[in-house]
């Protein structure tokens, strides 16, 4: 309250507050976002909440000026930002639509030729002539909607409120989108429904305590959304890595193998067969594969472990499996024996990029000795026929019976 008095008392002295300089207890609302974005291209923002989404709509639409930076936008713009922003609740339906549309940059004449169907999209004929106190969450969001698309935006910023509309609504609010996808319109979409982003968005962007943390392709970005939540899910019951945003948006890119042990036996190569035992970097989703693995021993060792773990494209252990958890024991590897391991499984993996670190090992009475480790050591993709969500592919096989 002392900050805004501060500020207002400046204002109204014509001094202009320094609002490049945060005071204590301020943060940046948003810090150092670049982007920019086509005719016709469809860019989705996800984030926690309080990332900072919201306020970028609000800079974009300028109801906010940026502290810093600049903001270029060509054309006209909507946006359905907050439900019954724009809207009078004394006022009817009827001047609300003149007022918003006003607002919006609409001139009197397209709000009389497109009076009618605002109304019809909207489907609130009935109640035109009630004031819009009386009207329900989702009739709101309807008008909005309606004025918002009818103006023929350049550009249409589209927050959270079409959650509350109901299924036919959403449906019709989802053919429209299209129709302006396909007539040239930007659109940025703020959701926490990730159908909606996967569906409608040729690119992603991760916002985080209002910083950027990535972009790219919606499954990529949305995975990283998912770590992170699932992170901090483990962290409030005290299980989590405590790894930040930043930290796991980092482990999407993983690359560099790492190797460690004490080399007294040293893997050599680990590959992956198809079906038909070709060697293969891609396989089918549900496919038979195995992965073989080739250590050359350099003495002799006893109680000799072998086994693999793979890894998604976020760093996360989606498998693992090795020859004590199967009950195979190998007992004793001559010094100078080449030693192969062979894994046979089905790749119930959905579609992506997967790591394969590989692992070689002695059982002793003190535990695990790593003999040779090493991450990342091979890149595989799995390809799917159909469309499968999550981590792994169950094949479900789906009977609709009506009686």
Partial sequence: MV??????????????????????????????????LGRGEVLGLIGMNGSGKTTLLRLLSGIFPPDKGEIMVKGRVGALIAIGAGFHPHMTGRENIYLNGTILGMTRDELENKFHDIVDFAEIRDFLDAPVSTYSSGMRVRLGFSIAVQMAPDVLLIDEVLAVGDVAFKAKCQRKISQLIEKGTTIILVSHDMNSIKKNCHKVMLLDKGKFIDSGAPKEIIDVYNAISF????????????????????????GKSQRYGSLQAEITDAALFDGNGKPTCSIHSLESSD?????IFHEDIRDVLVGITIRNRLGMDVYMINTDWKGIDIPVVKK??????????????????????VALSQITAKGIKRL???????????????????VCNLGSIIVVEQK
């Fill in 336 to 357: 100078g024996t080449k030693l192969e391991v062979t894994f046979s499984q089905k790749m119930a993996l959905t579609q992506g990029k997967y790591l394969l670190a």
């Fill in 291 to 295: 992965i073989k693995i080739t250590a």
């Fill in 3 to 36: 900050y805004g008095v501060v500020d207002l008392s400046k204002n109204l002295l014509g001094i202009r507050p320094d609002s490049t300089v945060i005071r204590k207890d301020e943060f940046w609302a948003l810090n150092d976002i670049s982007f920019e």
């Fill in 231 to 254: 992170e901090r899910i483990a962290v409030e019951i005290k299980g989590g890595s405590g790894l930040s945003a930043t930290d796991i948006a980092a482990r999407r890119q993983a």
């Fill in 372 to 390: 040779d480790w090493i991450s990342n050591f091979l890149v595989f993709e799995v390809l799917n026929s159909e469309e499968v969500g999550g």
